[in-house]
């Protein structure tokens, strides 16, 4: 079975630039999230999609971040303007059931900058 | 004080030993306990999922929950020098997401000396 897959690996981009992460989740998996992790800190949630409605994005910040799954299955997450503190790696993860204790993480996609 | 407290480390020790890693909390509510390993440049893969109080043994790997004070642990028995990674613990008030359904200590950075 293929794992979550994420590009690109390695972004570096100069503040205030665009730049945009895709996920393409297990297949079959209903639900999506988007995890910050910075750092030297545990991952935090940006966004869940069951399908390609949003469960929760209460922790994204919306006038810079954006998110959207078409047909319920691969996902982008789109950053502008970027700021210095979006340094971080930016991980998808995908649940079959969107219980918690059944996430598969991507290898996620590494955000230098500067 | 934050909801989860964990020892980042580095936690040094040699081949064949057993280890102990832990993690404090706060919120009563938590009743789901996972703990993930990190290795670096790649996402998070559970290890263990643990419901509620109790012990729960896979492999080398024993997980146990102490809810009356709020504390939980991971044991690796045997450690190998594959087993060098950072480990975070994640809890849950309950099975589904949210950006209140999952929070992750910080992690701890493990290092197996051969």
């Known amino acids: 079975e293929a794992g979550v897959a994420q590009s690109p690996r390695y972004k570096i981009i100069e503040k205030r630039q665009s730049v945009a992460f895709w996920c393409n989740p297990i297949?079959?998996?209903?639900?999506l999230y988007w995890y910050q992790q910075i750092l030297g800190q545990g991952p935090k949630l940006l966004i869940q999609f069951q399908n390609n409605g949003v469960v929760d994005d209460s922790q994204l910040p919306k006038d810079r971040f954006s998110a959207e799954r078409l047909k319920g299955v691969d996902s982008t997450l789109k950053i502008q303007p970027a700021k210095l503190e979006d340094s971080a790696v930016y991980l998808c993860?995908?649940?079959?059931?969107?219980?918690?204790?059944?996430?598969?993480f991507g290898p996620g996609t590494r955000l230098t900058v500067t | 004080q934050k909801e989860v407290e964990q020892d980042p480390g580095p936690l040094s020790v040699p081949e064949g030993a057993i280890v102990s890693l832990n993690c404090t909390y706060s919120?009563?509510?938590?009743?789901?306990f996972m703990w993930y390993r990190q290795y670096s440049r790649k996402g998070p893969e559970l290890l263990m999922y643990t419901y509620s109080s109790g012990n729960k043994e896979d492999g080398r790997f024993t997980a146990q929950v102490d809810k009356s004070s709020k504390y939980i642990s991971l044991f690796i028995r045997d450690s190998q020098p594959s087993d060098s990674a950072t480990y975070l613990c994640a809890m849950s008030a309950r099975p589904g997401g949210g950006a209140d359904g999952l929070t992750f200590g910080k992690g701890t950075h493990l290092i197996i000396q051969p």
């Open positions: 919120n009563s509510a938590f009743q789901y």
């Open positions: 297949s079959g998996h209903a639900t």
């Open positions: 993860a995908s649940s079959l059931r969107g219980a918690l204790y059944e996430q598969y």
